[in-house]
Each structure stands twice: as structure tokens, then as C-alpha cells.
């Protein structure tokens, strides 16, 4: 009888809902009792609005009731608590949906402590009481809770899967090993998992030694990102100040400018206003001798006016005999003239040194990335390119919209072009090309020079000035035959062979990477150059003097089949 009692305690002091000892205990209106924290997230889980039901009874209550702590209920679960009923309790807890059954309890199960590998079952701790005390199962192993027992035994034999053929990589029993694996390659699962638990420990110590090393890259990367920004921050200040001592600069030259006009203006004025004075006296003296010689001419008296003619009729020397000669209304006109020259060189400098300046600020790059190693990884920078009729040589001729070029001599009277090449067969893309970009040459008919260069390369005449490969200002890689060669200013470099009709073209420009690739089932790297590239480039072509010698940009789709890199 007193076990049932402390059994019906146990139960009278647990909630219904988490059937654990009371925490917090609060009674609801219809009088039971539950754990505060339980009962609040019983009705916040329910749809009805301002309306909550009692989840044994089922009482409904509007609007939701108030909860206040039971402190006797409190108080007498601290009292069994401290009499140890509290442990039984929690050791004794009834198993929930997520918990692993007792196997033995009938009934309301409890939940399981442990399980059992030998008997393929799980027991509460009242259960597994004669793995402990029994020495029947002191060879047992026992683990942690587990509801995966079941699949520990063969379901060819019903035994339990004590072995493992590493030939087929399986789990398998005694019978198993004698029968459908016999003459396999078969040791005791505690065996393959003594290896496999080394090689585990060992694929840890990898895993974790990369984390390590990732977490060094990320604070790295992190580092970096705060140097970047600090750098960026200096950059912007040094240069917002050189820009600002540039304006000073301009200003102070305008400034001065008008200072100097003004003060010329102030001494041609004056020098004009003194002329000007001269000539007023000038006219004033001058009317008054007209005056008197009007006068004498007026007098009746001969004597008088012979006596007075002598000196009134004497004229003084004209100091300036000759007449003012007045310029052009176009006073300071050289000075803007020349001002505006001024101007026009500094537009011009402004937008040249403006384009190396935006090209520096692109190719500001921290992290350089690897050159792919597949078809499929360089596909994502591919790059259409197209011929650019302004440049094409008259001895080439475009066809299929544009796409295609080949050696005619059929003069096909291109206008007049700047940026046309007059004498060797060459052709510059349409397209400029900065960061990291891929394109594909096909060729035929003769042998085919596949070339960088920059947009400003000479155009005009024979020299080596224009062609691709012999200066500083293009790189090219010469396709005859099955052979080849590279060539940069000039220097022709063998390379090896053989060399494929299709060419892969890939330019890093900002790490100054530019490789040539033998494309076809397999790619072959050709030939490789480190430098530093200064401007943007164009993709070239310069063929053979063989008539129908031809090359076309081939289109590239992303979903071309992958072709490894030798």
C-alpha cells in the first residue's frame, strides 16, 4: 500500500502536460493544476480567439484567466523534492513522442535510460536494474538511448550483425559470412570500426587543422578588408588634395590672368585718356588762332592788319602730324585665343591621364584567382568577339555578318579609316578587353598569327611598328602547320607542339596573365606570359599571303562538354 501511495504523490504533483514534477505550479479555474510556463504555451497554441480550454477537461474560459503561483502547491513539491521523490520522479518520467520507450513496461512506458546492443532492446532504469546486478549481463553493452536496435539484425537470418564484409562494404551476420559472403574479405564490426574510427580520427584532425587554417585565411581576409578600406579612405584623401591643389592652382592662374588684363585695360586707358587730354589742349589752341585770324581778317584798317599779320598768321610745328590709327575692336583676343589652347591641351590630358586613371582603379585587385583548369571553368569569361571593319586590311574580307575573315586580294574598297591597317593583313576586334576574359580562334588555309594588342598600335605603313608581335604594343602567337611560335617585340620564342586549328585565348589583364591553349579533345597550354599590361587590350588576327587563308572567333556556349587541361 505505501507504494501505491508514493506512486499516486508522484502522479497528484506532476503536470499533464510536460508529466514531469510541478514548476511554478498555477491552478486554472477549473481547478487543475499545471506549470505555469506549460499551460501558457498550451494557449498560445490555440486558434480559437480569446478563447481557452482546460487541456484534461476541457472547461473553456473568456476571456484568458489570470495566472497566479500556487505557493502550496509550491511549497509541497520543494518538500518532496528534498525527500528524494523528486529524483524517482524525474528518473521515472513517462516517455514522450521524441523519447525512446522502455521495451519491458506494459502499459503507460516509461522512458528509456539505455539500450541494450546483445539483447536488442531499451529499458527504464527499473528495468535495466539486472544488466547491473546480474552477472548473466555483465558482457552486454550497453548506450545511450537508441531507437535504431532493429536495424542490428539481419534480415536474411534474424541474428545479430556482429561482422563486416569490407568486400562489399556491409554489415552482415555469422550466417551471413558462411553463405552469400563466403571467401569474402570479412572481420568483427569492432574491428572495422577500430580502423575506421583511426581514419575517423585522422579525417578530424584534417578537418580541424582546415578549419584552423580557414580561420587564420578569414581573419586574413578580414584584416585585408579593414586595409583595403583604410587604404581606399588615404587614396581618396591624398587625391581629393592633389585635385584641390590642381583647382587652386587653375584658379590662381585665372586669377592672375584677370589681374594682368585689368592692369593693361588701367594702362591703355590712361595712355588714351593723356592722348585724348593732348588733343583737347591741341583743338583749344587751335580755335583760338582761328579766332584771331578771323578777327584780322575782319579789320577795315590796312595797316593794322598788315602790322598784325606776321604774327598771327605763324603756326606752330604739329607735334603729331600724323593721325591716331585706332585697332580693331579685338582688344585681349590673343589672350583668349591663347587661353583657350590652354584648355583644349588640358581637356586632352585630362582625358587621356582620366582613362589610365579609371584603368588603375579597376585593375586594383587584392586577391589574384587561380587560372581555371578545365574547358567548362574558363566558359564563364568567354567573350564574343567580332572583327572590326575600320581596321581590317583591303586585302582582307569579312563575311557571315562580320564574323568571319579571310587573305582574298580582292580589294573590297574599304573607305578611308584612321584606324585601318595599310599594309600587313591584320584585323583588331571590335571589343576591349579588361579583366579576366576567354576566346577561341579557329583556323585554315594557311597559318594564322592569333594576337593582343593595344588600340593605339601604328596602323600605317610596312614598319615593325604595325605588326603583331614585333613591338612593345602586341603579343602573338604564330600558327603554321601543326607548329608554333610566340612573339613580343620583336623576339620569336618556339613553343611546343603539336599546335591544334582551334586556339584558346585567355587574358587576366589586371594580374597580367595571357595564355594560349591548344583546344581539342583535351586543352594544351602553349605558351604563358607575366607581365603588366598598361592599357586595355584587342584581340588580333594576321594572316598568311596564302589566297582563302582563313579565321573565325568561334561563338562559345556554356554548356560546351567539359575538356580537361593537360
Partial sequence: MEQKGVQLSRETFSCSICLDLLKDPVTIPCGHSYCMSCIQTHWDGEDGQNLHSCPQCRHTFIPRPVLVKNTMLAVLVEQLKKTGLGAAAADHCYAGAEDVVCDVCTGRKLKAVQSCLVCLASYCDKHLQPHHESAAFKKHKLVDPSEKLQENVCSRH????????RTDGQCICYLCSVEEHKGHDTVSSAAERTERQKELEL???????RIKDKQKDVKALQQEAEDISRCADEAAEKNRKILTELIRLLEERRSD???????KEETEVSRVKELERKLEQEMTELRRKDAE???????????????QYPSVSTLREDPDSSHVHVRPQSYFEDVTTAVSELREKLQLSLTEEWTNISLSISQTQVLLEPEPQTRAGFLPYSRQITPDPNTVNEDLSLYEENT???FMRQKPNYPDHPDRFSYWPQVLSRESLTGRCYWEVEWWGGSVRVAVAYKYIQKKGRSNESGFGFNDKSWALDCSGGSASFLH?????SVPGPVSSRIGVYLDHTAGILSFYSVSETMTLIHRVQTTFTHP???????SCDVGCTAIFTKLELNTTETLLE
Fill in 158 to 165: 534474424d541474428e545479430v550483425m556482429k561482422m563486416f564484409c
Fill in 537 to 543: 587590350l584587342y584581340a588580333g588576327l594576321r594572316f
Fill in 203 to 209: 579525417s578530424r584532425q584534417k578537418i580541424q587543422q
Fill in 257 to 263: 590672368v584677370e589681374r594682368q588684363i585689368r592692369s
Fill in 293 to 307: 585770324m578771323d578777327k584780322l581778317a575782319q579789320t577795315h584798317d590796312h595797316n593794322q592788319f598788315l602790322l
Fill in 404 to 406: 568571319r575573315v579571310a
Fill in 489 to 493: 617585340n620583336g623576339v620569336s620564342s
